[in-house]
């Protein structure tokens, strides 16, 4: 039978080839008849039932008798096109993400935020955390609501050549008592916190502020851009803790002091972002009574080599005027800035940066046969930085650092991608050699963050 | 006799599809994937049909998904959520269903969501396991289209795997992967419909897992869709295979005997779909979540 198939077959083929050969002038051969109108359906069931082999009861729906009961029971009805639920006024709070902390300035920081969401309000938030140490407590009281999102169609977005985005104006109006790093954008709260319990070697500075703001965001997925004005109240903290699990008391440094403020500011900026690992830009500018202001700017490209590796160059600069507030100044210092120099080590009103990584994707420590646990991915990487925080009298918006200004590092370090606090993080486990006079000594630091941390 | 016929029938096909090209219409490729007899008989045949490249495909897959997500203004579907937990992480392991969770989902333009619990049965009430399920209040399901999304499609590297005409529909089996170990990505394929350019179908797994201190690996995922009303293509099914690690599966003790845990099973159904009813504004007073 099968002889007599393949034998069909061939002679099959061979009409065909001189049919083809003829150029098509032999009697044509009836067309196959055409796929049922139902074929897409059974193609794609025929993969479903694959599907339900692997994974075998869970592919199962489960018993769902009585349930349309229960969704009358709850007041729900789609009647004429339509449905109606409860009118709002109910009021359901939501805890939101709870802060764990801990500083030298606060002690260990405890504390959860509530929120209320409604379509019609806005979502009205209340954060508090209370510092054990320093026995103060911490609030926001926040109210935030869109006030536009595009619902333009495909044709609209087709029409104007881009891609419906799902662009939203937010507007937030809130009170804060907060307590802030010194250089922000150096900020490391959750390696800070890390460091400072464990060996008590966090040198970041902190500063309270006070007040109430207003800003408008205007967002879509890759970019952002927003304004606002706040009234703040700066207030130096203090040390108000020498605690740690592992080091000497002696260890802990005290706080450099902020100087106490009053003033109304006005801040924008913005961010642009292409893939995580690829390009990333932002800027922010504040100006406050009496002339101040802070300008900021950050650059940053990725580039893939192969798959295993990832070259990433980060820029920053910085500008403000001659005296600007300590705290609003620029640093240099931490695990994120000339890692060799610890917070503050260096700092002025203004700021170059210059950052170079390569970095492996592949665990190759794993490769090399060290016994390490499967979950423990150690990616490494080499990295080089150049900086200088330096003052300028006049207080010029551009200017070149001085020579003796220049603090220089390269180092190398094991990546974890733990999944936390997000996936996106790292965890960076560096140690960094100085390069050059006044550039710090060997240190080993953490780091937690995105590849492009100079975008907190 | 089932093998060879067809395989003759195509070459027919073949022979006669490069003289209606001239015709300007729309022209059909078809696979010179024969049997090992034939090939070795019958000479290669030309097909001069035009095929579209990848990246027009790619580029017409977001398309058809930016189209599909624009067009919808409101959905509402009922969602089965079920967890099972596995003894063991190969197969053949005794299970038992730790959760089975229902809702009515409403979702609206441009954010609007409401989700109304109709079961939330955990089968060992004394032990409470706290499976939460959240759902987005977009309508793009972009959990078909990650890959595909112009901002994410550089960091893919796609091919096709194959094609398959079927009632109608041109199938494209296109394979994706991450560009980079640095991104955290999952690799897989997906089934697309080239009628409406969207994604009927997607497999994806994570090469690492992406949380390792508590998941050993996420082994498979399955989204299947379904038409609904003969116009939308909706998800029917969500299936996801993941194993734990030596910590997280010591938290999750099976119940009764003690023994740990070592993989998960969450499914997803959604059904009762309903597109563009006309939901009302009042309905969603108060956020769901």
């Keep these: 039978m099968k002889a007599r198939a393949k034998a069909l ?6 009409v065909a080839t001189l049919a083809a050969a003829a150029g098509g002038r ?18 794609l069931e025929r993969m479903a039932d694959t599907t339900g082999l692997y994974f075998g009861g869970a592919a199962a729906e489960f018993d769902t008798a009585g349930l349309d009961s229960v969704a009358r029971m709850g007041g729900l009805a789609e009647a004429g096109g339509g449905a109606r639920g409860r009118r709002g006024g109910e009021i359901r709070l939501e805890v939101t993400k709870p802060v764990i902390r801990f500083n030298r300035a606060e002690g260990p920081v405890l504390g959860f935020g509530v929120a209320q969401r409604s379509y019609a309000l806005g979502s009205l938030e209340a954060h508090g955390a209370y510092g054990f140490a320093s026995e103060e407590a911490r609030y926001a009281f926040l109210w935030k609501r869109m006030v536009w999102a595009d619902r333009s169609g495909f044709r609209d977005a087709e029409r104007r050549r881009r891609w419906h985005r799902g662009r939203t104006l937010e507007l937030e109006a809130g009170y804060r008592r907060e307590t802030l790093p010194f250089a922000p954008e150096h900020g490391q709260a959750l390696a800070g916190s890390v460091t400072a319990l464990f060996t008590g070697g966090d040198r970041q500075d902190f500063y309270e502020r006070r007040g109430p703001s207003l800003e408008l965001r205007l967002a879509a997925p890759g970019w952002a851009v927003g304004a606002g004005w706040r009234h703040a109240r700066d207030q130096a ?53 009496g002339g101040d202001w802070r300008a900021r700017a950050a650059l940053a490209k990725g580039q893939r080599m192969g798959r295993d590796w990832l070259a990433r160059l980060q820029l920053e600069a910085g500008a403000a005027p001659a005296g600007v507030l300590p705290q609003r100044g ?8 000339v890692p060799a120099l610890r917070h503050g080590d260096a700092g002025g009103d203004h700021l170059l940066l210059a950052k170079l990584e390569l970095a492996s994707g592949n665990p190759s420590l794993a490769n090399l046969g060290l016994p390490l646990p499967d979950f423990l991915y150690l990616e490494p990487a080499l990295f080089a930085q150049s900086g200088a925080a330096w003052s300028e009298p006049d207080g010029a918006l551009v200017a070149a650092p001085p020579r003796a200004a220049w603090r220089s590092c390269a180092g190398l370090a094991l990546h974890y991608r733990l999944g936390m606090p997000d996936e996106d993080s790292t965890w960076r486990f560096q140690v960094a050699w100085p390069l050059g006079p006044g550039s710090g000594e060997t240190r080993f630091s953490l780091a937690v963050g995105r590849g492009f941390d100079l975008f907190p | 006799m089932n093998r060879g016929v067809p395989a003759a029938l195509l070459l027919l096909l073949a022979a006669a599809l490069p003289a209606r090209a001239g015709d300007g219409g729309p022209t059909l490729a078809v696979e010179d994937t024969l049997d090992a007899p034939i090939t070795a008989v019958v000479p290669e045949v030309l097909v001069r049909a035009e095929r579209v490249p990848l990246d027009e495909i790619l580029r017409r897959v977001a398309e ?12 509402s579907f009922d969602l089965l959520f079920k967890v099972l937990y596995l003894d063991e992480a190969a197969a053949g392991g ?17 954010d609007r969501r409401k989700v109304v619990p109709l079961r939330d049965r955990e089968l060992n009430e004394d032990r409470k396991e706290n499976v939460r399920v959240e759902v987005s209040s977009s309508l793009s399901e972009e959990m078909v289209s990650f890959a595909f999304r112009p901002e994410a499609r550089a960091s893919f590297r796609f091919r096709i795997l194959d094609r398959a005409f079927v009632g109608g529909h041109l199938i494209y089996h296109i394979a994706f992967e991450p560009r980079s170990r640095h991104d955290a990505l999952p690799s897989g394929e997906v089934w697309v419909d080239t009628n409406d350019f969207v994604i ?17 690996s996420i082994d498979r995922c399955v989204i299947e869709r379904t038409r609904v009303d003969g116009r939308w293509w909706v998800v029917e099914r969500i299936l996801a295979r993941v194993t734990l690690n030596g910590l997280s599966s010591r938290l999750l003790v099976r119940a009764g005997d003690g023994a740990p845990v070592r993989a998960v099973v969450l499914s997803a159904w959604q059904t009762g779909w309903r597109v563009n009813a006309g939901l009302a504004d009042s309905l969603f007073a108060e956020e769901g979540s």
């Design chain 2, 200 to 216: 009927l179908r997607e497999e994806f797994r994570y090469e690492r897992s992406p949380a390792p201190v508590f998941l050993k």
């Design chain 1, 26 to 43: 032999a009697q044509p051969a009836p067309a196959p008849a055409p796929a049922g109108a139902d074929s897409l359906r059974l193609f």
């Design chain 1, 9 to 14: 077959a061939l002679v099959g083929a061979m």
């Design chain 2, 64 to 75: 058809g998904e930016a189209r599909r997500d624009s067009l919808m203004q409101d959905q």
């Design chain 1, 237 to 289: 903290m203090r040390r108000e803790t020498r605690f740690s699990l592992l080091g000497p008391d002696g260890r802990v440094a005290p706080v450099t002091p902020a100087a106490g403020a009053e003033y109304a500011e006005w801040f924008g900026g913005g961010r642009w972002e292409r893939a995580a690992s690829l390009f990333a830009a932002a800027g922010s500018v504040h100006a406050w009574e």
């Design chain 1, 330 to 337: 620029f640093q240099l210092g931490g695990p994120l800035a």
């Design chain 2, 94 to 110: 005794r299970s038992r269903v730790a959760s089975e969770k229902a809702a009515r989902v409403y979702l609206k333009r441009p």
